[in-house]
């Protein structure tokens, strides 16, 4: 029986053809990038995140992984603590070892893409408790792996872990981790609501956090933006170049600062950048970027919080 497969909204192809590979390959090859800047660590308090179980925190690991404590959870996204990425060395140390992560009680996976979802890390975060929650299509995978408390959710879905209500949102990307399953599971974010006991959302204590997972600039950005009154949105703003070739799948720093401002949030935090070398750009040509766009468009200061790896933002 034929496998299903997923699409982005408005049927938005990010497929490229071998010609086109070999396009970006030669552009490759001419030229001549500075990857000397890495993003540094920072002394992250980890008596703190290990005692944590009443403020809210963002801890940034590096790329997509954060360690997420809301309303009493641990929630790590997209955990990744490989030392390389195919070919591709580690550009940055893991903000926090894994060994000193705190136990995890929610792991979040966006896609199944290698840079989003390492097993070998997983594993090691996966105990007696802890939960995975996985877009559509995925959690056959999973519990073969062996991590039989897999729930999975497609877009606009929900559920409720405590008094959390963590729902799946769409997000433009595709997924292959071999020849042979591309598009057999979907892609999406994440928003973590607090929900007390007459379910309704008590945002004015707790924030409402949204994890963009990895995008290309859509529409759905604005609806999000409308389903939802966030604060603290984690955008990637990464892995953009050569733009006429990652356009469909990854947003560059300009369309974060848009997709920001779509999802009307009160604070970004820039992530997908500086870890793996995904594509041709640089962490200091990425993070120039943005602050240049940050200026032209009158966004303050303040509402960009840019993270060392290991770095916590704790709100307010």
Known sequence: MARKRYSNLDNIGTDRTLKQFKQWRDERRRKRKDYSYVIPNYPTDMAFLKENRSDISVTWIGHATFLIQYAGLNL???????????????????GIPLQDIPEIDVILISHSHYDH??????????????????PSGLKR???????????????????????????????????????????????GGFVLELYGETEEPRQQKHPIVYFAGDSGYFKGFTEIGQRFEIDIAL???GAYEPEWFMTSQHTTPEEALQAFEDVRAKLMVPMHYGTFRLADDTAREALDRLEADRIRRGIGEEKIRVLQHGETLRWP
């Open 76 to 94: 790590i996204t997209d955990p990744v603590w490989a030392k390389r990425m195919g070919f591709q060395r580690r550009l940055g140390t893991p």
């Open 141 to 187: 995978k999973m519990v073969r792996k062996g991590f039989e408390r897999t729930y999975e959710l497609g877009w606009w879905e929900d559920l409720q872990l405590g008094g959390v209500k963590i729902t799946f949102v769409p997000t433009q990307h595709w997924t292959r981790r071999t020849p042979w399953d591309t598009n057999t599971s979907h892609w």
């Open 235 to 237: 955008l990637p703003i």
């Open 117 to 134: 979802m390492h097993l070998a890390s997983i594993r090691k975060l996966y105990g007696s408790k802890t939960m995975l929650v996985v």
